[in-house]
């Protein structure tokens, strides 16, 4: 009888699992401008986390953890002085972890959670796409933030400061 029950369990389809993202293929950017230019800031160091459902196909719950000296500008000038005007030694990483994550409009979802940046937490709510692709699954979202709000002294450059909004974008794959 303990066999049996032993087997049935074992035989069961596991529902929820954690499935760390691909760090070969995960990035997440910044897009920041100045009056002068624009520019991209991109991370391939990503620690990402996904509960994933097999009975739903959808992701519960994800949490997401950067370290600010991991991303580059390719100009080492500007990244340098990225780490000093946001503290990286204070304030190494960017983390979002979610609340809660429910399907959109259009085959989208939509994930609210906590992002913590420069020690400062703010609920957000990002509009995410998944891509099934054989055997892998690719979220991708993009949101803005404001650099005043998560209490950033924005960087400046002849007198000009950046302006206030950055976006934000995550491209997060799991193989499942």
């Not at 953890?65 to 580059?72: E, G, P, T």
């Not at 500008?73 to 990286?88: G, K, P, T």
């Not at 933030?145 to 000009?160: A, H, W």
Request: aromatic share 6%.
């Amino acid at each position: 009888m303990k066999f049996l029950l032993v087997f049935l369990c074992l035989a069961m389809p596991m529902a929820k699992r954690k499935i760390m993202a691909d760090k070969a293929a995960s990035t997440v950017t910044y897009s920041a401008k100045h009056p002068l230019h624009k520019w991209d800031g991109v991370s391939h160091d990503v620690n990402c986390a996904m509960i994933y459902n097999d009975e739903t196909k959808l992701p519960e719950s994800v949490a997401v953890s950067i370290k600010v000296a991991s991303f580059d500008s390719d100009n080492n000038n500007r990244d340098s002085h990225a780490m000093e005007v946001l503290d990286r030694i204070k304030y190494p990483n960017v983390t979002f972890v979610s609340s809660d994550i429910k399907p959109g409009s259009d085959g989208q979802l939509v994930a609210k959670g906590t992002l913590t940046f420069h020690g400062v937490a703010k609920a957000v709510t990002i509009p995410v796409t998944r891509k099934e692709t054989g055997s892998a699954m690719t979220l991708t979202g993009e949101f803005p933030i404001s650099l005043t709000e998560y209490k950033v002294e924005r960087p400046s450059l002849m007198g000009l400061k950046t302006e206030d909004d950055m976006l934000l974008k995550v491209n997060a794959v799991f193989k499942l």
